[in-house]
């Protein structure tokens, strides 16, 4: 039999074709929702990453999310990330398509700084709640919060909110997992701060990085039609 | 009302045990299986880096996979993965804990590279594909192979195996989605190669990562073991 590889050489898909296809898929697979055009295109992104149709049951934006975050791509605002693996995969291509000045050094993420594991050690608490301290100066006015990790770095980022005045223009809210995941989502999502999230326990580096990307198409799709 | 944040430092969780508890909840909340404690290791550590317990109805092990894959970790064996998130993810630490050699230099990852970028571009076929033949040369004999995204590079994958002799050591087959994805697994885990995977269409990079990870300390387990 032939294998699957050799028919794709036969008749080749390209990657535009594969994402279409798959958009349908979901589109017509998906249950019954009240998200609006834009933000399906961040929910059907989250399930494209993952193949989790649960998803489109948690996710939660703010009235706000959409234009805060828009905005802040649009001028460049720098992203902290909680995982090295969310800087890897955000597209500096895509934020450039928003905003050219764009580079990947305007993407921090300190959980892996020598300085941060040294605090860590000394304090007995995990590396992402000294690693988001460490990023305060550069974030605190308008800069953009993207968790797909760590409560613990959310619940410090909400502290930061209330007791010091940093004020984000977007957070993507999705840390994953078991210990402190919903309560810190529940408690940050309270604080009236422009977010895209997922309530409960699914999270994840791949769906946040899907996040910003499909925050990034909806930002050009937004300037092409106010520019016609 | 105090900040979660505040009563986190009032009573601060170490990283090690804030897992400990995690697992307890996993293991108390899984519906029932068949896996070995070790593979139950694997399976456990996908859920919490995604609270998906749907996985474990469709995680998939050769019997070959445990012995094979903590062979080629406890030899130092040279990784492709699909995606540089993936690379981004896997823990030097991690490798090293078996192999102190190990640095990220041996995770092999080129569908970023210049010149793979221009054969897509010249060959309508997907940068994944081109980037897999690439690495054939260095991982032909014996290397680990992790996919947490592409189906068309498992696809190619597959293909070297029947037709150009390549022998990995272990396949982490976890691409995602819904197009070639089902069938990119079903084709290759028929190929009698040790592999770690999931049938279906779910998978992604954070669950790929986790695999090494839980593979990594079941390698330094059976040492520890085969040494009393």
Same mark, same amino acid.
């Given at each position: 039999?032939?294998?699957?590889?050799?028919?794709?050489?036969?008749?080749?898909?390209?990657?535009?074709?594969?994402?279409?296809? @798959?958009? !349908?898929?979901?589109?017509?697979?998906? #249950?019954?929702?009240?998200?609006?055009?834009?933000?399906?295109?961040?929910?059907?992104?989250?399930?494209?990453?993952?193949? &989790? *149709?649960?998803?489109?049951?948690?996710?939660?934006?703010?009235?706000?999310? =959409?234009?805060?975050?828009?905005?802040?791509?649009?001028?460049?605002? $720098?992203?902290? /990330?909680?995982? &090295? %693996?969310?800087?890897?995969?955000?597209? !500096?291509?895509?934020?450039?398509?928003?905003?050219?000045?764009?580079?990947?050094? %305007?993407? $921090?993420?300190?959980?892996?700084?020598?300085?941060?594991?040294?605090?860590?050690?000394? @304090?007995?608490?995990?590396?992402?709640?000294?690693?988001?301290?460490?990023?305060?100066?550069?974030?605190?006015?308008?800069? =953009? *919060?993207?968790?797909?990790?760590? #409560? /613990?770095?959310?619940?410090?980022?909400?502290?930061?909110?209330?007791?010091?005045? /940093?004020?984000?223009?977007?957070?993507?809210?999705? #840390?994953? +997992? *078991?210990?402190?995941?919903?309560?810190?989502?529940?408690?940050?999502?309270?604080? +009236? /701060? #422009?977010?895209?999230?997922?309530?409960?326990?699914?999270?994840?580096? @791949?769906?946040?990085? @899907?996040?910003?990307?499909?925050?990034?198409?909806?930002?050009?799709?937004?300037?092409? &039609?106010?520019?016609?």
């Amino acid at each position: 039999m032939k294998s699957l590889a050799r028919s794709f050489y036969d008749s080749p898909m390209r990657p535009e074709k594969i994402e279409e296809l @798959s958009f !349908a898929t979901i589109d017509r697979e998906a #249950p019954a929702h009240n998200f609006s055009e834009e933000e399906w295109i961040i929910v059907r992104r989250m399930i494209h990453s993952t193949a &989790n *149709f649960e998803l489109a049951k948690y996710t939660r934006m703010s009235p706000d999310a =959409m234009e805060s975050a828009t905005n802040a791509l649009s001028s460049g605002k $720098h992203i902290y /990330v909680d995982s &090295n %693996m969310l800087k890897a995969g955000i597209s !500096a291509a895509r934020l450039k398509s928003i905003f050219p000045g764009y580079t990947k050094d %305007m993407i $921090h993420c300190h959980v892996a700084d020598a300085d941060v594991a040294a605090e860590a050690k000394e @304090s007995g608490m995990p590396r992402s709640l000294h690693a988001i301290r460490k990023a305060k100066d550069k974030l605190a006015d308008g800069g =953009m *919060f993207c968790f797909g990790n760590s #409560p /613990v770095a959310l619940m410090e980022l909400s502290r930061m909110i209330l007791e010091d005045g /940093v004020k984000p223009s977007l957070v993507v809210a999705m #840390p994953v +997992g *078991f210990v402190n995941v919903v309560e810190s989502k529940d408690e940050f999502m309270s604080l +009236g /701060v #422009p977010f895209v999230g997922i309530s409960g326990r699914f999270g994840g580096s @791949s769906i946040a990085v @899907s996040t910003i990307h499909s925050l990034c198409a909806i930002a050009v799709e937004r300037k092409k &039609n106010s520019e016609q």
